[in-house]
């Protein structure tokens, strides 16, 4: 008993320790340089980039390091039965596109902004800078946010779903609106932002492997990245 109370509070301080990294060093990347005698302003468009791209999977690479231990056998297993999981699970994304087509359409019904400042600042970084958007959005975004909102608050809400589901989902959601937020209105944003974090949360939950929430965050960007890129392309 003792044993596995010592582990529970392991585990809460790890998920304590990884988010507090999470939001520490992702806000520092223009400070971080300065530490090397480099200004990020003084860089070129394709430096600025390259640089954000390699600290962004930097710190995806170190929290990995981290959860290598829950990380390593659920990566192994989705392997193994990747085509099960998907059959099982793709019917989620179906509801979370739904309810998020739905949430947003509600909020537009009520006010005069069409899309969130976060989704309007990918749209205006993906016209200036597409490959750094897309590598970014589709492939460690959804390494990184479901090891630090899902993994993470698992690990603090361990004996609580319900917990878990609702602040994961929350704190995803804030995490998506309140960097950008230039006016109250764009609170209600958190609303579809949070959709997708309260049903990878649920599959998470259901499936304990971190890598099947992963694989639909994956799919879900890309397929909305791509759509985007189509979008500009056609504008």
Wanted: charged residues 15%; contains cysteine; positive net charge.
């Amino acid at each position: 008993m003792e044993k596995d109370k010592n582990y529970d509070l392991r585990d809460m301080f790890i998920g304590f320790g990884v988010l507090f990294l999470y939001l520490i060093v992702s806000s520092l990347p223009y400070d971080f340089i300065k530490l090397f005698g480099v200004n990020y302003n003084d860089l070129s468009i394709i430096a600025r980039q390259i640089y954000l791209t390699l600290y962004e999977a930097s710190l995806t690479l170190i929290i990995v390091y981290i959860y290598r231990k829950d990380f390593i056998p659920n990566f192994k297993d989705f392997l193994k039965n990747n085509i099960k999981y998907f059959k099982k699970y793709i019917k989620y994304w179906f509801i979370m596109l739904g309810l998020m087509i739905l949430s947003n359409a509600v909020i537009t019904m009520f006010t005069t902004t069409m899309t969130s400042e976060n989704q309007q600042a990918i749209v205006d970084t993906l016209g200036k800078a597409p490959i750094y958007t897309f590598i970014i959005t589709v492939f460690i975004a959804p390494i990184l946010e479901e090891l630090v909102f899902r993994l993470s608050f698992k690990k603090i809400f361990k004996h609580t779903n319900i917990l878990f589901i609702v602040f994961s989902g929350l704190f995803f959601g804030g995490m998506h609106v309140l960097g950008t937020l230039s006016n109250p209105i764009d609170l209600l944003f958190i609303i579809p932002y949070s959709i997708p974090g309260f049903i990878f949360a649920y599959i998470y939950s259901k499936s304990k492997n971190i890598c099947i929430p992963m694989s639909l965050h994956f799919i879900h960007n890309g397929i909305m990245m791509s759509l985007q890129i189509l979008l500009l392309l056609l504008a």
